[in-house]
């Protein structure tokens, strides 16, 4: 076994076999269509610099360990975005390799901390990782869906289809912002900060990996945007699954079941244009109970459960 790094253009063969291995690295949930994995891998949806180690015996890959490397913020992590083994060839010492290598460069990048997001807790506590957060999958299926009732009083709600218009840039800033907000266990999660260029970058990303994205906000009656929620469509995902990412409510709007209400409004809408969709993914952090409330009123039901660990370089 030798492992060589990836470079996707140079080696279509070697990252057809990498996605192969890791393209469901989250079943049971959605597939990672091609073109969204190799999105995953390279850039993510922020577009961190990363980079790809393969594990290839006899010309097959058999694992893999994409690192992202944060470069605007979280300047001391290094995040294991996939570190992934071929069924047959585990138990043999392959993925121990394989976190050797993303240890070696996380040291030599200067990164302190590695973190790695694991459904299991066998690999990374024999490793030496800690657990440090708790994050649960739920899913929605069509069949829970419901006609939306009337919103709170004072608001409006719209939805679009695809990127951010350019005259709403700014507030989309202070929406994504406000997702530092959000309820997570004890261990301090470094905040993410937006501006308009990062948005637009990040959602120049939908085109490239096939995604149709279905954006609500709740505009209070002075115009401010007050809430937002978003839904990923994989044009490529052949399975009928759609990924519920982020909800936010602004700290002066809360209390007001906003959340509650551009989520319905927004799978609702998703789901009358998707007739392939039949089932909506989503996480939660295990101790952000108000959106798991909210979670479970529109119908999602328990997936499982996965933790991030992190470990000292």
């Known amino acids: 076994m030798s492992i060589v790094p990836l470079d996707f253009d140079a080696s279509p063969d070697l990252a057809a076999g990498y996605h192969a ?13 091609p073109h969204l994995f190799r999105l ?56 121990s390799a394989l976190l050797g290598v993303a240890r070696e460069r996380a040291r030599a990048l200067g990164r302190s901390k590695l973190i790695v997001e694991a459904k299991g807790e066998g690999f990374p506590a024999r490793h030496g990782f800690r657990s440090v957060y708790t994050e649960a999958r739920r899913v929605l299926h069509r069949s829970a869906g419901s006609e939306p009732p009337p919103g709170p009083p ?36 470094a905040a993410e900060r937006w501006n308009p260029d990062l948005v637009r970058v990040y959602e120049d990303t939908w085109d490239l990996a096939r995604q149709t994205v279905y954006t609500t906000v709740a505009r209070a009656a002075d115009g401010e945007a007050a809430a937002f929620t978003r839904i990923f469509v994989d044009a490529a995902d052949p399975e009928g699954w759609a990924r519920q990412t982020d909800t936010a409510v602004l700290k002066s ?33 295990v101790t952000n109970a108000h959106m798991i409330a909210i979670n479970e009123r529109l119908g999602y039901e328990l997936l499982d459960v996965w933790r991030i660990w992190e470990l000292r370089t």
């Open 21 to 33: 291995v890791a393209g469901h690295l989250h079943a049971p949930g959605p597939p990672l269509s």
């Open 154 to 189: 004072g608001y409006a709600f719209e939805t679009t289809v695809g990127p951010t218009p350019p005259d709403r840039l700014a507030e989309m800033v202070t929406l994504l912002d406000t997702m530092n907000d959000a309820p997570t266990d004890d261990h301090e999660v």
């Open 253 to 285: 709007h809360r209390g007001r079941n906003l959340g509650y209400h551009v989520k319905l409004r927004n799978t609702a809408r998703m789901f009358a244009a998707e007739p392939a969709v039949d089932r909506v993914i989503t996480w939660n952090a």
């Open 40 to 95: 995953w891998v390279e850039r993510g949806w922020r577009s961190v610099p990363s980079e790809t180690h393969l594990a290839v015996a006899d010309g097959e890959v058999i694992g893999g360990v994409t690192l992202h490397l944060f470069d605007r913020d979280r300047l001391g992590d290094a995040l294991i975005r996939v570190l992934e083994v071929a069924p047959g060839h585990r138990g043999r010492g392959v993925g």
